[in-house]
């Protein structure tokens, strides 16, 4: 599983010697350092910066629902398919080169196309467009149709595992902790004791995991590449699940950590806490609330422990 410079150095060496597949697969548990191994070797492919080349084509989710579309003869403008649709990339990269050369197209999100899109994108891995390389991004890479990914070279992408270093997140999960202890130190309880502060809880892990999420890096550049406020709206709900996932995953740690670390805890107890925070986390993606969710599992974490 190489690294993001590993993963840069093998397919700039595939290129290099005309052996690039014309459809490639890049997974991994963060976007972006798929971001940059597919724009640095399109840059590489072009022997200029891809972001400003003519050629490089790119299809994003829009919206809160983060879906990538196909694009229909009934949204035509003019005669024109909609940017950032399949069909309108699709259309674009059939065409012949700008400027001659190699054509590149980036799919962010993959996983996020819809049954009509990615029948309409398996048609064109079946019979790619000539001097044409395609690069799907995901980190779900499961959720893709198997017939497309029978038809692309995959690479799977190993990034460090992410943290939040945030000081007010830090200090989120330390009172979740002893929040937690006291559940399992005490079978009876008041209210205020307890349920309150699990609100608290609740309250605050929103209002980190907004502002988190608002000031990624992903969404930054997003902003400053000027796209259309539908994909940008995509871009920030995308950085939100990411960021999320990261928060969620030291929950966890936390849930075990201060379990183990007790006396006498049953294994099957730590073993239900983590279930629930699993399925609060399931729940998240499919969009339900996040907070109604986090609260599904603060809630039984208050029947697991004190029972």
Known sequence: ??????????????????????AI???GNSLSPLEDVAEETATALFGRPARTHPDLFELRPE????????????????????RNTMRHMLSQIRQTSNLGGRK?????EADRMNFVAANAFLKTLEEPPADTTIFMLTTRPNDLLDTI???????????????????????????????QKK?????????????????????RFDSILGRLADKSERLAKAQQEGLDDEILEAVRAGERRGVRKVMLAQIEDACVGCALG???????????????????AGLMELNMN??????????????????
């Open 149 to 179: 990914r029978s038809r692309c070279v995959a690479l799977k992408v190993d990034a460090p595992a992410s943290e939040v270093g945030d000081e007010e997140w830090k200090s989120w999960i330390e009172d979740f902790s002893n929040w």
């Open 25 to 27: 697969l890049l997974y």
């Open 290 to 307: 996040e907070s109604c969710a986090l609260e599904y599992f603060v809630i039984s974490s208050i029947r697991i422990w004190t029972r």
């Open 183 to 203: 559940l399992m130190r005490e079978r009876k309880f008041k209210s205020d004791e307890v349920i309150m502060p699990a609100y608290g809880l609740l309250s």
């Open 63 to 82: 919206g809160k629902a983060r879906m990538i579309r196909v694009g229909s003869d009934s949204d035509k403008v003019a005669g024109e398919l909609p």
């Open 1 to 22: 599983m190489p690294t993001p410079d590993k993963a840069k150095e093998i397919l700039k060496a595939a290129a290099s010697v005309g052996r690039l597949h014309h």
């Open 262 to 280: 007790g006396e006498g805890v049953p294994a099957v107890k730590i073993s239900r806490a983590v279930e629930a925070l699993e399925r609060a």
């Open 104 to 108: 590149v197209a980036i799919v962010y």
